[in-house]
């Protein structure tokens, strides 16, 4: 149906053109240009995916094409046409006849776009109505129609459910069938499933993918993860800093990716650990030993019988997705979280199972390094007491040596000790505050470290270096890691050992040669089935194997 | 790993540029000050001359703060420049020490008031559990009683003077900063770092006073700002009810009192303390309101 | 449903238990006397038998919890024992008062409600506008200004210049109805003036709220009217937070009409407990206390049940 070749494109009539569009946003009082003169033109029936990290001004660019920009933000150059409409200058009343009509916008979190007073199937059937398009008795009976095709269960009753009744991923099947209530031209998806667990999203993906090709409608799809966009746009337009890095149809820049930028995307998935031979060490005693660990939150049990061990020089991943005990995990090995039954074990000898019980000497053994390293660091404080503090708390080091053990540190991490040491987090970048963070773990001189999710919050090149960093760390200091991750590529490139968890059970545990091969269980195979490929036909491969199974 | 095999820390600044280290604090505020509304200087204009007028009062009227200088209810003229009020004091100069007296007790109230309520709500917040039940549930039903009537209560019980006055009015706003300093505090502790800061070891003290206060001082100087119109406006209303400040101290509530019934003769003397009042809150909620437009990151409007 | 009505329940029972605990602590406060209540009132002149007589006259020979539970079971009866001032029975000379303060306020509130919810949405709506500025500076003025020095310029200029009303509110039981909202008019005008500027800000503050939610800005981008999306999306989620705003302020309009009551002598509970502190009347003090605290957690706990009854979330439960 869609057309996949960039030449049957060319055909096509053009559904929208931007042509050196200009966006300013508001900040400190002044104006910033944030889209700096991007051309675009998408024809219909094409999905073009927009991708880029956090701050390219994909999402800008993407609700640019209704004619709105946010609160703080004007259009102070360059056209916008629909369909021979010039949205900068159509009157906002023209505009309105267009939106939700004729181009409809899928959001990013659907639980806090759909409004929690009305019925998921009146906030349906409003923009028909409202529009005159339909009557309310036809906007109903098309809905469920639509929550079908969109595989909701039970589509002739859910939409008479309310928002916060319905999970999240189906909220947001709802909202693309929402979007194309009035078989719009066009479709915004504004990173539609950045929030849901991979297997969940795997699911979303394809009944999106289904519908926009059934209807043949144009799309825009804005997403940060490039394996997405691959299985989801005929071509892509890589954006950085409201500028355009690099287009091309999605076959041409996955095979040739030809800017450096677009280029340094691509390799960022080839990062993997460099040895792996420790085995000779596994007959010596485990620095953490989890063992039988049973915990809960209140009377309901959230981990069931967890044990596994952790090796000098070792790194452990744990994979899940949310709420299947990973961080929980690391809470009891802490002392956050006592356990119910079962003990952890430090170098053979039992912690105490509240942190508050634990010696300096026991708390300076085991350290965190956190997802968010914006709010794992006083921002009131400089990175001199941010990595001075353990210096002087645990080791009783005065302040000649405390500065000069901070300066080594700092050295460590790869940032210049003269420029960095009197900076405030805020002067820092989120790549350099979570290494702030692992020099103040290091500082410690831990055997452990725990590292919860520490390069889900990071840009994709910015996350790489991280891992190469931690990974050159842990040969030279030969650390033990315990690494928790929902990102199977992260397990991949950085784990010895892999857990797999789920519900609060280990469902699967071993090397990670073993886990990611053949014979998988169940569940390990669906969450390595679910994690999208950079095959752009590896969605459409998935779909075939599951309709044959059925 | 084909294209980049140069060190990661050259990788950084290619993705992400570190925003620049910024010019100091001190001359960051200049230009803040420079740059604020109108309404802000103006409120910082009033602050200043009132401190000014409260600093040096002695020394900008020939007369003592309770000296009898003439007849009751003289009018406005060269020797008392706004008239006698009903004991026959010039109204001038009660009107310059009611500036020291009202604004100092009000200034020692807040401060009070802050020491009592911001101390045990960043504990409540830290501490949790029950603890903070108690604590919160005790000051919950504090504030169940309009706190006007409560002070009038416990006036009635312990008498009316200066240091009960003090101490009644800030326990009872103590409850209001206790609720705000509980909740900002409740907003940072559950920030990493400062469970990173409990994993470390670290004793309550240091958690407190190094890694929650100077985290909430923000929330903190601008609910100063609005408590302290707060309490002066009440020790205000209890002074011109004759409950607050007593005579022969000079005050601004009372001065209303005592001279109201020149209103009614069309002769506005008696409005001027109520007046210096109103100016000074004024004053102070300008500039909390710009302050407050420009720690909430510009949350209400553009 | 169940659940809400559970709520509901939970939030009575709790609006009790702070009614009791604040019973408590009214009565408390006169234990932590030095000495006890007969020692203050007698100061100076009080002998071993004027002390004992004043004792066994006011019960406190007996225990302190017993007296807590007699006094709490009388007011219960409405019978809130005798002034000390003048001997007269406290639920006498609180009857009429309480009536007239009531009246005030109500006069009070039927002008300032309507009127400051209408401004501050128009404010949140057009925000920024100048109309949306100029709100800002006169409340933000008004909120400053002492209730005394409101109502003194009301005088001044309603009363003295233009005589157009009354600078003393003297009414008594019988006066008729139009006399008797000309006399109050302008203590009614004084409250609602105050009154009106908290209550417009908070209004406006919380429209601003509700107006920057995502669902608001999604049914912008389903090219729904302006008019629509205020009337289908933003009101059914602003009934919690308007009501809030106007229990809040209804309490402390309870509050305010202490110092006006004053000003205007009006015949109201405010008067009276003011002159009863300066008398050191103990049990009118507690008494008028307990009322206005009553009154401050009824309209909270209101409020409160209201803003439960209202939400969305809660009224259709999983």
Redesign the interface.
Known sequence: MANNTPAANDDHEVLLEMRDLRIDG?RD?QWHEIIKGIDLTLHRGEVLGLIG?SGAGKSTLG?AA?G?VK??CRFSGGRITFDGIDMLTASEEK???????RI??V?Q?AA???????KLIDQFA??PV??HKSSKAEAYADAKDLYSKLQLPEPEQIGF??P??VSGGQLQRAMTA?AMSCRPDLIIFDEPTTALDVTTQIEVLMTMKDIVEQFNTAAIYITHDLAVVAQMADRIMVLRYGELVEEAPTRVMLANPKQ?YT??LW?VR???KTSVLKTQQQATQPIISVQNVTAAYGVLDILHEISFDLQRGQTVSVVGESGSGKSTTARVI???LPPRLGQVLFQGQALPPD?RQ?S?DQ?RQVQ?I?Q?AD???????RVREIIG??LS??LGMDSQQVETRTRELLAMI??NPDQFID?FP???????KQRICIA?ALA?EPQCIICDEVTSAL?Q??A??IL??LDRLQRELNLAYMFITHDLATVKAISDEVVVMLKGKIVEQGSKDKIFSPPYPEYTEKLLASVPQMNPDWMKQLIAQRESRS | MTTHSSSDSQLEPFTEPPPAARPSKFKRALRELWKSPLSAKLGMLIVLSYIFVALFAPWLTPYGESEIVGGPFELWGDKYPLGTDNLGRDMLTRLLYGARNTIGIALITTLLAFLIGGMTGILAAILGGWADQLMSRFVDVLMAIPSLIFSLLLLTIFGTSIPVLIIIIAVLDSTRVFRLARAVSLNVVVMDYVEAARLRGEGLGWITLREVLPNIMPPLVAEFGLRFCFVFLTIAALSFLGLGIQPPTADWGSMVRDNATLISYGDITPLLPAGAIALLTIGVNFIVDWFLHKTSGLKDGQ | MLSIIRLILERLGLGVLVLFAVSLIIFLGVELLPGDLCQALQGQSATESTLAACRKELGLEQSAPTRYFHWLANIAQGDFGKSLANGREISELIGVRLANTFFLALVAAVIAVPLSLILGILAALYRNSWFDRSINVLTLASISFPEFFVAYILILVFSVQLGWFPSLSDVSPDTPLLERLHKVFLPALTLTLVVMAHMMRMTRAAIINLMASPYIEMAQFKGLSRSHIIIHHALPNAWAPIVNVVALNLAYLIVGVVIVEVVFVYPGLGQLIVDSVQKRDIPVVQACSIIFAATYVLLNLTADILSIATNPRLLHPK
């Not at chain 1, 505009?95 to 009509?101: D, F, N, S, Y």
């Not at chain 1, 805020?426 to 350099?432: A, F, I, N, R, Y």
């Open positions: 508001r009082d990290e609700i209704m709105y609160p703080g505009k309105q006849a267009l939106r939700g009509v409809a916008y959001a979190s806090a776009s759909f409004n929690p007073a009305h409003e923009i409202q529009h459910r309310y916060h009744q929402m450096a280029k340094s390799a080839s990062f993997r802490t002392g956050l942190y634990r300096k708390l965190m956190y968010m709010t794992a660091i006083n921002p009131r404080q503090r353990p708390f645990y790869e940032l900076r805020s002067e820092l970048s989120g790549g350099q103040r410690a840009d090149l910015v790489e270096g190469r960093l």
